[in-house]
């Protein structure tokens, strides 16, 4: 059996000073966690902002293309009673004129739908738990802190950065390519 070994216990007067130094690297740790999430934070909350701005445009959009629509069915419904009365060629006419009116419905509603697609496309970039995510950008828009990435709606790679691709400096940090 071997003798045990005697091991040395620390020097009591270093023992303060080394929890001391302990405290304060984590105390930093956490107040740098902390800047960085108040950022995030605030970034997020203007996308959202900024999504819910969109989507109220959208729905006023959406209510006023309902409007006009049935203004225009009010309009074909009219011309369908002066023609009643009137020859059957003109029957045809509004038969004509409907069709075009369902047709430019239509293509609006497609439009419409288009849009909002989009702005819930940005809305779900926003929403993304994942901290990797990157969140979808428009270029040249202001931006906060500089370094932070993200990708155009056409899909190329952006930096937030207060240089420009020609080298000149300009402030306030705006989205850019990041690779001009």
């Known amino acids: 059996m071997e003798p045990a070994q005697h091991q040395e216990s620390p020097d009591p007067a270093t023992v303060p000073r080394n929890v001391a130094f302990l405290l304060a690297a984590v105390c930093l740790a956490l107040a740098l966690l902390g800047s960085t999430f108040a950022a995030d934070s605030r970034e997020l909350e203007a996308d959202i902002d900024a999504l819910e701005s969109d ?4 729905n006023a959009l959406v209510v006023s293309k309902d409007d006009e629509l049935e203004n225009m069915s009010v309009q074909v419904e009219i011309m369908q009673q002066r023609i009643e009365s009137a020859e059957r060629p003109a029957e045809q006419i509004v038969e004509d004129a409907v069709a075009a009116l ?5 293509e609006r509603a497609s439009e419409l ?14 929403n993304l738990k994942d901290g990797s995510a990157m969140i979808t950008v428009h270029a040249w828009e202001l931006c906060s802190p500089e370094g932070m990435q993200g990708i155009s709606e056409d899909g190329r790679p952006m930096v937030c950065s207060s240089v420009q691709c020609d080298g000149d400096k300009s402030d306030p940090a705006a989205w850019r390519l990041a690779n001009c």
Do not use: I
């Open 102 to 106: 369902e047709l430019d419905y239509a």
């Open 55 to 58: 989507l109220a445009a959208s």
């Open 113 to 126: 739908e288009r849009r909002l697609a989009e702005v819930q496309e940005r809305e779900a970039a926003v």
